[in-house]
C-alpha cells in the first residue's frame, strides 16, 4: 500500500465525526437543567403547600382563543380572577394560565381557589394538586430522559464527512 495514498473516506449512515459528542453534550445539559427546573418547582410547590393560605376569588373574566395548527384545532382559555386575602386589604387579581377548554367552561361569576403566600398575597397561583405535581415530575421525567441520552431525534443524520484507515 502506497504510504502516500489518501485514506479512504466514505460517508457511513448514521455516523458523524463529532456529533455525537455535541448531542451527548446538548443532552446532558438539557437534563441537568430540567432536573434543576424540577427541584426549583418542587420546592416552590411545596412552599405553598406548607405556608399558604388559601381563599375563593371569584372569576371576573375569560380570555378565550381558538387556534389551528398541522395537528388541528384547540381551544384555550384563561380566567382572571378577583379574591381578597384573609389579612384584609383591597381585593388582588390573578390571571391563570392558558389550558384547553375542550372539556369545561369557566364564565365570570364562577369560583375558584387561590393560593398565595402570606407575606406577598399579590404572588398567587390556583389551589391545584394536579398544577403543583404536574411541573415537577413532568421536568423530572424529561431530565432523566435526557440526562441518560434516551432523548434523541428519530430523523436521520447527515454525515457529512467519515473515514477509516485500513
Known amino acids: 500500500m502506497d504510504r502516500h495514498a489518501p485514506a479512504s473516506a466514505t460517508i457511513?449512515?448514521?455516523?458523524?465525526?463529532?456529533?455525537?459528542?455535541?448531542?451527548?453534550?446538548?443532552?446532558?445539559?438539557?437534563?441537568?437543567?430540567?432536573?434543576?427546573?424540577?427541584?426549583?418547582?418542587?420546592?416552590r410547590?411545596?412552599?405553598?403547600?406548607?405556608?399558604?393560605?388559601?381563599?375563593?376569588?371569584e372569576v371576573i373574566g375569560v380570555d378565550r382563543q381558538l387556534t389551528h395548527d398541522d395537528d388541528g384545532f384547540d381551544l384555550?382559555?384563561?380566567?382572571?380572577?378577583?379574591?381578597?386575602?384573609l389579612s384584609g386589604g383591597p381585593p388582588l387579581e390573578m390571571r391563570t394560565n392558558w389550558v384547553t377548554a375542550w372539556i369545561s367552561r369557566t364564565k365570570p361569576g364562577d369560583p375558584r381557589s387561590v393560593r398565595y403566600l402570606p407575606d406577598d398575597p399579590a404572588d398567587a397561583r390556583?389551589?391545584?394538586?394536579?398544577?403543583?405535581?404536574?411541573?415537577?415530575?413532568?421536568?423530572?421525567?424529561?431530565?432523566?430522559?435526557?440526562?441518560?441520552?434516551n432523548l434523541t431525534s428519530s430523523r436521520a443524520e447527515n454525515v457529512l464527512w467519515s473515514s477509516r484507515d485500513d
Open 12 to 43: 457511513a449512515p448514521g455516523h458523524t465525526a463529532c456529533g455525537g459528542f455535541v448531542n451527548r453534550f446538548l443532552s446532558l445539559l438539557v437534563g441537568v437543567a430540567c432536573l434543576c427546573g424540577s427541584v426549583y418547582m418542587a420546592k
Open 126 to 149: 390556583e389551589d391545584s394538586w394536579l398544577i403543583d405535581l404536574l411541573g415537577p415530575v413532568a421536568l423530572l421525567l424529561i431530565g432523566v430522559g435526557a440526562f441518560t441520552g
Open 45 to 57: 410547590s411545596i412552599e405553598f403547600r406548607r405556608h399558604g393560605e388559601v381563599v375563593t376569588g
Open 76 to 85: 384555550s382559555e384563561r380566567v382572571r380572577v378577583r379574591y381578597t386575602p
